[in-house]
């Protein structure tokens, strides 16, 4: 055979096992497809190789046995295991008020972990779009050893997610141990526990809520996995919310039925902290001494949560990373109940469906799609009576201190495909900024290509990220709320400080092994980890051996995440004073 076949044959056989392996395909499949590529060289000679008809159709059966293996081997749907020990031991059973739950203890045995825990009955049938339900009690001793299914989203192939990971965090791993797909569910209110291992009393909790847009996004994601939190006395757990159509559509025939519409997601929430206040005891945490913490998506759930009468009681600090709605017109992730009303009107239509019960009717797969129509938090006049800038100024809120801050490269993965250069940088700050487009073009004024990059890329984190913090902080420092307030600018070899960077140093989550991450990297993670685990702890986040962190009062001082670690001077002062005269934000 000619050296043509050769190249031709090891390029699509090495393309062919790079699918598998990024597919996540199963074993079953690599046998079948090492043996077809093993004896395609044969047939090719043999009984392929005399016509070259023959030859095309040789290669094409076999890319179409590829196909067929691709498909025969698809890795299947498998729940996330709750421990990291290879065959993890089961903890005792503790008594919730539902019944009676087993978990399973870590590799190191030094934190036990309860998953896939009920917290509400399934939202499902005619519980879709309803306040969420206490579960049914149960019989026996619940085993908790794997995540509950995340809460219904569209999906992509698993090829997609392994290049996410090449592309996006560097840090994908060839294995043989993850040839599988997460479960993704309508029944998905469950809650996640992590707590130091042993009996254990009066420990302060940590409550995460994950991001996502509130369309995607799950609560076993390592990054964000408390086992480190509860190595240092802090019980911490998470849980499960409805996403997109399904956590937050709007209708007038709902409002009119239930008194609220548009918040399902965060109702789900506030059920979760009910369970934690109920709960948590038998866990060894203190429900009277709980932060809730939340990143992007989530973080704007705690926002919301800090100024709903429905929340209040339920925890007494937060911590809000990359995100809030405080400001007077908030960027993303919120709207107004008319404008809730009106999009779901749109939806129903879009189905023919003349009521919610015909909507209650369809699939769950079929509604999916409706993700990015429906994912805002939606001023409804019961979870939220007003907007939290106006509660706020009310002097609503919930929280006696808070944590919160931004991240230096915020818009990194939001303007991946819209870079700026000379050509366009004008036009996209008139077009997002209208009247006061010259005022901020003269605070940046870009005269290169790499400007314009550079200053579109810091404006555009500044406006949908960073500006918020700024007036959630000056309204909490207005009613003598103690504000600690960070920038993390820490680079590193995975996302550096781009949005939810900051996520895998505040929980402790950086691998030992990895060379993605330096010592230093470590050393910033243990620092975070600390002022996050003190905060849970007493509301101060400043402890022994640590740098100062001090109070944002004046709402021009930062504390720095970086290379660098203290306190700074706010750096966008400039460009926030235009925002708050084209906003009109007072105190």
Known sequence: MKIAFWIFYGILTTLFA????????????????????????????????????????????????????????????????????????????????????????????????????????????????????????????????????????????????????????????????????????????????????????????????????????????????????????????????????????????????????????????????????????????????????????????????CVSPLANGLFRRAILESSTVSSVNPPHSYRTLESALKSGSSMKARYNCSSVEDLRKLDASTLVGELSSQHHITIDGYVLPASPYELRKQGVHNEEALLHGFNLEESGPFIIFGKANLKNYESKIRAYFKDVADDVLAVYPASTNAEADRYWAEVYGAVFFNYPHYCLNRLAAEEGIPTYEYLFSKDNRSLGSWHSGELIYAFGRIPEKSKLYSDADRSLSSLMNSYWTNFAKTGNPNGDGLPVFEQNTSSTRLMEFGDNIGMIDEPYLKLYEIMDRWQGFTL
Not at 253 to 272: P, R, S
């Open 18 to 305: 790079a699918v598998l392996e990024l597919n996540h395909n199963t074993m079953l499949g690599w046998l079948i497809f090492l043996f077809v590529a093993a004896v395609f060289p044969f047939f090719f000679k043999h009984v392929f190789s005399k016509m070259w008809v023959l030859k095309l159709i040789a290669w094409v059966l076999y890319i179409a046995l590829f196909f067929a293996v691709l498909i025969i081997s698809w890795p299947p749907v498998k729940a996330i295991p709750a421990s990291d020990a290879s065959k993890p031991v089961a903890t005792e059973a503790i008594r919730t008020q539902f019944g009676k739950v087993s978990g399973v203890y870590t590799a190191d045995k030094s934190v036990e972990v309860y998953a896939g825990i009920p917290y509400a009955k399934p939202p499902v049938g005619d519980l879709r779009w309803k306040a969420p339900q206490d579960p049914e009690p149960w019989e026996g001793v619940l085993e908790c050893a794997s995540f509950a299914p995340m809460s219904m989203q569209t999906t992509n192939l698993p090829i997609y997610d392994s290049l996410v990971r090449i592309i996006g965090y560097h840090d994908y791993k060839i294995s043989l141990k993850d040839n599988f797909i997460p479960p993704v569910s309508e029944d998905s209110l469950y809650i996640n526990v992590w707590k130091p291992a042993g009996k254990q009393s009066g420990l302060p909790v940590l409550v995460y809520i994950h991001g996502g847009s509130l369309q995607t996004g799950q609560p076993w994601y390592k990054d964000y996995n408390g086992a480190t939190f509860a190595r240092n006395g802090v019980v911490t757990v998470n849980m499960g919310y409805r996403l997109g159509v399904f956590g937050f559509y709007a209708d007038e025939q709902l409002l009119k039925e239930e008194g609220t519409t548009g918040n399902y997601g965060l109702l789900d929430q506030i059920k979760a902290l009910q369970w934690v206040r109920d709960n948590i005891a038998a866990f060894g945490g203190d429900p009277d001494n709980v932060t809730i913490v939340g990143e992007s998506a989530g973080s704007v759930c705690v926002d919301a949560l």
